[in-house]
């Protein structure tokens, strides 16, 4: 995929609202849509307490196989071509067949996409130099560590294209969001309806957890029934 048709739907309106939604809201409301497979499961942040938001920019490692190698590592493979072609507000994710023992990304890399403007990156597969790479201060999610290189396991497929990451389907242009549950995939072209939709079920739910810190019961209150409703409405009102 060319990059200039990759959707760039992630404006700095919807930045703000994701970035105050929990991922659990999200992928709730996913499954509301009937998209059940939106959390990457398995995946665990390298830092606690941060936030991720971006743009899927995502690189494919496929099996190794030594008659092929040399032609999918050489020279400027997809690994490296991905890294150069980020910019402010991505998130490469990258696909590696949830192997857990060979490394994916490493930190001279890792240091590199940052510095053009990436803003996380996410692995099925395992980090190379990861207190390296934690040092860094930038959201990373990942299956495991490992010291070996890519070599060991993989080959550096292609880039810009669908990938499957952790059991999710992930389009160039999807909207990542992570916090200390994990991260989830919105997908692009609803990201906008998802993100209201889960901003006014947060806000309902702050009610019930006042509500349940002064004593009641959730029955009613969360979810949220029709008989509670006005009761709802004019706390809002407030």
Known sequence: MNPVDIPD?????????????????????L??????????SGLRPL??????????????????????????????????????????????VIEARDVPDAGTVGDIYALR??????????TDGALRD?????????????????GSTWGRRHMPFS????????????EPGDIIVGDTDGAVVIPHAIAAEVAADAQAQEHREAFAIERVRAGESPQGIFPLSEERRPDYEAWREQ
């Open 9 to 29: 739907v992630l404006t700095e309106d919807l930045r703000n609202k994701l970035s105050l939604l929990g991922v659990a809201t999200i992928t709730h409301q």
């Open 113 to 122: 996409a940052f510095h053009l403007g990436a803003v996380g990156i996410i």
């Open 130 to 146: 990861t207190e390296a790479i934690a040092e860094l201060g930038k959201p990373v999610y990942h299956r495991a560590s490992h």
């Open 159 to 170: 880039h810009d294209e669908p990938v499957t990451c952790a059991g999710v389907f992930v």
């Open 47 to 92: 830092l606690p307490h941060q936030r991720l938001v971006g743009r899927a920019r995502t690189l494919r490692y496929v099996a190794l196989r030594e008659d092929r190698v040399t032609e999918f590592s050489a020279g400027q493979n997809a690994q490296r071509r991905i890294v150069e072609a980020v910019t402010n507000g991505d998130v490469i």
């Open 31 to 40: 499954q509301s849509r009937n998209i059940q497979h939106a959390f990457m």
